[in-house]
């Protein structure tokens, strides 16, 4: 976005200043937030990003329009502070040091930029609108890497929690259990059954053991569910035996109209696994 | 033994493996269950196995082609199996249908002879 208005006396000083040799003036913030007693950077990190800052705002206010916020100098800034926020967040630091950090290093430059120069920047009603202008947009950037940072481990978590929940386990040659807890919705049924039918493939499954005993309840969208699971293996060619189904959801399922007539069932995971065994010939014992 | 889209090999004594082809036009099922159990019958066949390997995805239509012909096949006494449906096609099919389907599937010819 260009804003065109007319530009203060100081601003136009602002914007024709050569901007050199305040870096070191700069470090004082990054020292006090990365270097104390949290360890995110060492001195000399926190000179490279102070020289690096100081470069990127010498050609902000070289470029054809320093109040132009979408210029290729100002997104060039702006992926400065979300490299950095990003960088703070995987060492274990906080959003919040990032945008302290922010915020005294716009001080920390006007100041320099003071003393380079001669000129009362600080004084200037102008300039701190500009500067502060410019350094809402760096803390928004810091606060995106957060954001998306946020949204990465959510998803990495959910997925996590996902594979856990449904384990496949292939417990004999040609025998899969599929332990079932807590709710089966229509994601997670698509999820599993993906997945389970993948497996039936690659492993050449001629069983499939779904154990219920961790599903406390069941509604007719939920048992409709189950059965299109079924069906879905007994089409692959692999037999399904239900095991671990609770009194009271056989009771729903009764309710529900639900015909179990073509699925195999067993009171428990051993029961079903015995059944397994025994349609595919194997017999275990005690020695 | 070839009928358009469809190619039918003797792969042991009653057994047959039917391999459709994707020229396979499911529209004229009528002409088409009726050259097949016309052969079927000609060799005295027992057992049928339809190869679904090449197919990533069953629609309505191919189910009712897959659903007549395994009946027509049981009333001249041949049993049909659909053998190598993939996870894809098995995981659509299993969302519409409502019962268990006139044929019975297996994941290898062998699977099932076991």
Redo the contacts between chains.
């Keep these: 976005m260009t804003t065109k208005k007319a530009l203060s006396e100081k601003v136009k000083a602002l914007f024709a200043l050569k901007v050199e040799g305040i870096a070191s003036q700069l470090e004082a913030p990054g020292v006090a937030m990365f270097c104390g007693s949290n360890r995110l950077m060492d001195i000399d990190e926190v000179s490279d990003i102070s020289h690096e800052l100081e470069s990127l705002v010498a050609s902000l206010l070289d470029s054809k329009d320093p109040t132009d916020i979408s210029s290729a100098e100002m997104l060039a800034l702006k992926a400065f502070f979300h490299n950095l926020s990003q960088k703070v967040l995987m060492r274990g630091g906080h959003v919040e040091d990032v945008v302290r950090y922010t915020q005294t290093v716009q001080f920390a430059l006007i100041e320099a930029l003071e003393k380079s120069s001669g000129v009362a920047f600080g004084q200037s009603r102008s300039v701190l609108l500009y500067f502060t202008g410019i350094f809402n947009e760096l803390i928004m950037a810091a606060f995106g890497a957060y954001l998306d940072e946020r949204e990465q481990t959510l998803q990495a978590q959910q997925a996590e929690l996902r594979e856990t929940s449904t384990p496949i386990t292939e417990i004999w040659d040609g025998v899969l259990t599929l332990p079932i807890i807590g709710t089966l919705d229509s994601s997670r049924t698509m999820l599993v059954m993906e997945a389970l039918l993948n497996r039936i493939s690659k492993d050449h499954a001629r069983a499939v053991v779904m154990d219920l005993t961790g599903v406390k309840s069941i509604d007719s969208q939920v048992s409709h569910h189950l059965m299109q699971m079924v069906r879905a293996v007994q089409l692959m060619g692999a037999d399904a035996i239900v095991t671990g189904i609770h009194p009271e959801i056989a009771r729903a399922l009764v309710s529900l109209n639900i015909d179990f007539n073509t699925i195999t069932t067993r009171a428990n995971m051993a029961d079903g696994l015995k059944e397994a065994f025994r349609r595919m010939g194997v017999t275990v014992g005690h020695i | 033994m070839s009928i358009f889209g469809l190619h039918l090999t003797q792969i042991g004594s009653g057994d047959f493996l039917l391999d459709p082809s994707r020229s396979l036009n499911v529209r004229d099922m009528d002409r088409l269950i009726e050259e097949v159990t016309a052969h079927l019958m000609q060799v005295r066949a027992v057992r049928l196995y339809y190869d679904l390997s090449d197919l990533g995805l069953i629609d309505p239509l191919y189910y009712s082609w897959l659903d007549a012909l395994a009946r027509a096949a049981h009333i001249v006494n041949v049993e049909m199996i659909?053998?190598r449906?993939?996870?894809?096609?098995?995981?659509a099919?299993?969302?519409f249908?409502e019962?268990?389907?006139a044929f019975k599937?297996?994941?290898?010819i062998q699977?099932?002879q076991n």
Excluded at chain 2, 105 to 108: D, F, I, P, R, V
Aim: aromatic share 10%; proline share 14%.
């Design positions: 659909c053998i449906m993939q996870p894809t096609a098995a995981f099919l299993a969302r249908i019962g268990p389907p599937t297996a994941l290898e699977d099932w």
